[in-house]
Structures are given as C-alpha cells and as structure tokens.
Nanobody
C-alpha cells in the first residue's frame, strides 16, 4: 500500500527557515503533480505550492518569494524550502500527490514563534 512520507516540520522563530520533504513510496505510478497544502486551526486547507512532472510550479500568493518547491531530481518526491517564516505560517502542512487519484500525507506540524 502506498504512502506519502513527510519530514522536516518543527518549531522555528519568525524569520527562520524550514525544509519539508515528501517521498511517495509503494505506488505503481508516477504522479503528474505533487505539492504541499496547509491547514491552520479553524481554517480551511489551502495551497502552498505545487510542482508538475514537467517542472511547472504554482505558489500561493502569500508564499511567493519565500518558498521554493523542487523534486531534488527524484521521481515521486517533492521538497519545500521555506524562508522568512511568519507566525501566520503556523499550520499542519500536508503533502499532496495526484495522478488520476489524489493522495494526502498525514501532515507535519510547522510552528513559527514570534
């Protein structure tokens, strides 16, 4: 059975940086798109960034200039570099993968202290 394995969340001070990684394992397909969403308490899940197999990226307006998404030249993997983090970036960050079906990781907590 496939799963999306996330790593890299944690506690960081405002202005700091974090790197989130997600590796898909156990799937028989290569995903057309992978990325990250986040959900803060009391809020809906929202886009952070996505990356297609062709290399196209999409970033949330609130994150542009502060995040970079890549695949580290590996299939079925996505890495999110986040810089200049703000307290409002505090949320659970979920890895996302889609071919014809959408898959979600379990989530990793990111907490940014002021």
């Amino acid at each position: 059975q496939g799963q999306l394995v996330e790593s890299g969340g944690g506690l960081v001070q405002a202005g700091g940086s974090l790197r989130l990684s997600c590796k898909a394992s156990g799937y028989s397909t290569s995903f057309n798109i992978m990325g990250w969403y986040r959900q803060a308490p009391g809020k809906q899940r929202e886009l952070v960034a996505t990356l297609t197999r062709g290399g196209s990226t999409n970033y949330a307006d609130s994150m542009k200039g502060r995040v970079t998404i890549s695949n580290n030249n590996a299939d079925n993997m996505v890495v999110l570099h986040m810089n200049n983090l703000k307290p409002e970036d505090t949320a659970v960050y979920y890895c996302y993968a889609n071919s014809f079906i959408t898959y979600w990781g379990r989530g990793t907590q990111v907490t940014v202290s002021s």
